[in-house]
């Protein structure tokens, strides 16, 4: 078996930009296909059966494996994204260089693939060394809407874990929780009129102008806040 190295040489060779909506990124070079294609290859290797998550994208589908030992043991998570952000080609070839590897998606976040991969793969070998169920899963969709996690926990097995390790860079720190996020669709209306006469008009741009000065109080409100 490749150690964590080869394997994450291996992962950054594989371009997996996420195409964010964009129609003007390269086609060659997005979607997560190749590398959850090589993630299934491994662990069919290993001799495990790969779990495929649909996540309601075309072609994009969370892949990983579950290494079981029994219903009396928990389950713990190991996740990490197979996405990246955009790159040129000469990103997509590995250098090691001072005993680092640089590359396109080396920290964020192929190298906790990489690293999840090995362990999975070394627990294959050796069972009788964990006590707990495994599950390793690759996840598409990280930089954008997040289609693979909200899949990911929604579906057997995984959402059967009791414990997850959400592999991502934090200066080799453990990170224990994490900011929320909210969206919402905010609309103005306004009142058309002839441009002759404008004063019989409301500009729906200049409504939502000044709710965007109030969201910018907010924010200098909310980063106060946190200073203190």
Known sequence: MKDVKDILKDLIALPSINPMGRADLPAGLTGEARVAAYVKDYISRLGLEPIVQDTGLPGRYNTGAMLFKSDKHKTILLQAHMDTVGCEEKELKPVERDSRIYGRGAC???????????????????????????????????????????????????????????GEPTGCGIVNGYKGLARWKMETTGRSCHSSDPPKGINAIYEMGRILRCLEEYQTELAAVEDD
């Open 108 to 166: 964020d976040d192929k190298g906790s693939l990489a690293a999840m991969l090995a362990a999975l793969g070394e627990a294959s070998r050796h069972p009788s060394r964990i006590n707990n169920n495994i599950i390793v899963m690759g996840v598409v969709d990280e930089e954008y809407t997040y289609k693979g996690s909200l899949a990911l926990v929604a579906q057997t097995p995984t959402k059967e874990a009791y414990f997850s390790i959400v």
